[in-house]
């Protein structure tokens, strides 16, 4: 039973499980989790590494990545407790040494493609995972990569390689290609087309992806990208 000097501790802070990942086979393999717990002003990619490293209790430091294996930016979405809480946001923490074979492994495999620039297209792509979230960086990237795509049209694409792009660039509702794209701040995230979400807000209160509540209030509209979209929407959805 904690005292009541523990109690107050602990009052208004949250918490956050962390998978530990180790590199096996070039691909990451989580062993255990551990549980931090964290203030709002401590709610930052360089403040929760530096709980992660303090419980570890290593000399080796960590690097912070979502459940691909890319590098959780200190962005302005980064920086509030809203992004760390949410349960659906899997979060692995990586010895630094790993992390750089694992990127090292990815060039590689870039580098041996050979087919009308789509090392250039994947490159694109995981800026787009590191940009969602923070929203502001979102729309800009998202415009690189679709002029990008849209002036390599005979890209080829393996099943799985075309299957991870879709799932980035998919309405989550109807599972096609993002028509007007609506944002969403819970997750930090594309959600879905318009109408489609729209349509899901008529009879549901949370959010379709990560599932928090009041959804209604933490979605916005991203404008311009209409013609891009579906540029990208031809090569994947052909």
Same mark, same amino acid.
């Given at each position: *039973?904690? =005292?009541?000097?523990?109690?107050?501790?602990?009052?208004?802070?949250?918490?956050?499980?962390?998978?530990?990942?180790?590199? !096996?086979?070039?691909?990451?393999?989580?062993?255990?989790?551990?549980?931090?717990?964290?203030?709002?002003?401590?709610?930052?990619? *360089?403040?929760?590494?530096?709980? !992660?490293?303090? %419980?570890?209790?290593?000399?080796?430091?960590?690097?912070?990545?979502?459940? +691909?294996?890319?590098?959780?930016?200190?962005?302005? @979405?980064?920086?509030? =407790?809203?992004?760390?809480?949410?349960?659906?946001?899997?979060?692995? %923490?990586?010895?630094?040494?790993?992390?750089?074979?694992? +990127?090292?492994?990815?060039?590689?495999?870039?580098?041996?493609?050979?087919?009308?620039?789509?090392? &250039?297209?994947?490159?694109?792509?995981?800026? !787009?995972?590191?940009? =969602?979230?923070?929203? +502001?960086?979102?729309?800009?990237?998202?415009?690189?990569?679709?002029?990008? &795509?849209?002036?390599?049209?005979?890209?080829?694409?393996?099943?799985?390689?075309?299957?991870?792009?879709?799932? %980035?660039? &998919?309405?989550? !509702?109807?599972?096609?290609?993002?028509?007007?794209?609506?944002?969403?701040?819970?997750? +930090?995230?594309?959600?879905?087309?318009?109408?489609?979400?729209?349509?899901?807000?008529?009879?549901?209160?949370?959010?379709?992806?990560?599932? %928090?509540?009041?959804?209604?209030?933490?979605?916005?509209?991203?404008?311009?990208?209409?013609?891009?979209?579906?540029?990208? @929407?031809?090569?994947?959805?052909?």
């Amino acid at each position: *039973m904690r =005292s009541r000097r523990e109690s107050w501790f602990y009052q208004g802070k949250c918490q956050k499980t962390i998978f530990i990942a180790d590199l !096996v086979d070039g691909k990451l393999e989580t062993s255990r989790a551990l549980t931090v717990r964290f203030s709002e002003f401590e709610a930052s990619v *360089m403040g929760i590494t530096s709980k !992660v490293n303090e %419980a570890l209790e290593q000399e080796d430091s960590v690097i912070l990545t979502d459940g +691909q294996g890319n590098k959780i930016l200190e962005t302005e @979405g980064t920086r509030r =407790s809203a992004f760390w809480k949410q349960n659906a946001r899997k979060v692995l %923490a990586v010895k630094e040494e790993d992390f750089l074979q694992l +990127q090292g492994n990815k060039k590689r495999r870039l580098s041996r493609r050979d087919d009308n620039g789509l090392d &250039a297209v994947f490159d694109k792509i995981e800026e !787009v995972v590191l940009a =969602s979230q923070g929203l +502001q960086e979102v729309s800009t990237t998202m415009k690189e990569l679709m002029e990008l &795509a849209s002036s390599n049209r005979r890209v080829s694409l393996a099943a799985a390689e075309a299957a991870t792009i879709k799932d %980035a660039f &998919a309405c989550v !509702v109807c599972k096609g290609p993002v028509v007007e794209p609506i944002v969403s701040s819970c997750c +930090q995230s594309l959600v879905g087309c318009r109408s489609c979400i729209d349509e899901w807000k008529r009879n549901s209160v949370f959010c379709p992806k990560c599932r %928090a509540d009041d959804f209604h209030m933490n979605t916005q509209r991203l404008t311009g990208l209409s013609d891009a979209l579906a540029a990208l @929407g031809n090569i994947l959805w052909q």
